[in-house]
Structure formats: structure tokens, C-alpha cells
């Protein structure tokens, strides 16, 4: 079992940059698939981004494509979200999620079986 903490969320005017964190415990971060997802006030939790336990090929939704990052650096059990030119519509509760050995839709949340307690992001206008 893994057990994953974000950091890094916080308070940024429209047009602005953070740096989400998810470190995870255990020896075998390497073998999972790192997903990000959130969750908008009176809204469904969305998929944002993915990155694949093997090449740590990327993926993203459409509304992030271009201004989020997605990275891992596997020798400090780290994924981490660059998020730059922030919108208001970007404000939201920011989860991590692992899937281990995880090679399919990665945009589903069922395949996904640990998360994070996640951070907060608001986006001024």
C-alpha cells in the first residue's frame, strides 16, 4: 500500500504559477502511474493529468494542455504539477492519485486506488 501527501497549493492571481508536490511512501514509486485529478466546488472530480509509472510518457485534459507540466522524479518519490498561467476556472481541491504497473485510461478515477488527502488551488481574478 502507498500512502501519498501533496503540497504546494495556495492562493495565486489569474496569470500566476504553483508548483504542486505529491511524494509518496513505500520502495516502489517507480512502478506506479501518478495521476492528478481535482475537484471544483458543486462540481464532479475531474481528470487533469498522468504521468506512466514506464517512460513517464504524459497526459492531460484538454483544459490544461499547454500550461501544466507533469513530472516524477523517482529517487525522491515525488510526481509534481507545474502549473503556470493559472485561470479562475483552475480553482479547485487537487488530488494525487497512484495506480502501480497502470497502462490504460488514465483519465478513470476507478483505476486509481490510492489518493491523496489533497491541496487546495484558488485562482484570483
Known amino acids: 500500500q502507498v500512502q501519498l501527501v501533496e503540497s504546494g497549493g495556495g492562493l495565486v492571481q489569474a496569470g500566476g504559477s504553483l508548483r504542486l508536490s505529491c511524494t509518496a511512501s513505500?520502495?516502489?514509486?517507480?512502478?506506479?502511474?501518478m495521476g492528478w485529478f481535482r475537484q471544483a466546488p458543486g462540481k464532479e472530480r475531474e481528470f487533469v493529468a498522468a504521468?506512466?509509472?514506464?517512460?513517464?510518457?504524459?497526459y492531460y485534459a484538454d483544459s490544461v494542455k499547454g500550461r501544466f507540466t507533469n513530472s516524477r522524479d523517482n529517487a525522491k518519490n515525488t510526481v509534481y504539477l507545474q502549473m503556470n498561467s493559472l485561470k479562475p476556472e483552475d480553482t479547485a481541491l487537487y488530488y494525487c492519485?497512484?495506480?502501480?504497473?497502470?497502462?490504460?485510461?488514465?483519465?478513470?478515477?476507478?483505476?486509481?486506488?490510492?489518493w491523496g488527502q489533497g491541496t487546495q488551488v484558488t485562482v484570483s481574478s
Open positions: 504521468i506512466r509509472w514506464s517512460g513517464s510518457v504524459t
Open positions: 492519485a497512484a495506480a502501480q504497473y497502470y497502462s490504460g485510461i488514465y483519465s478513470s478515477q476507478t483505476e486509481y486506488p490510492y
Open positions: 513505500g520502495r516502489t514509486f517507480s512502478t506506479y502511474t
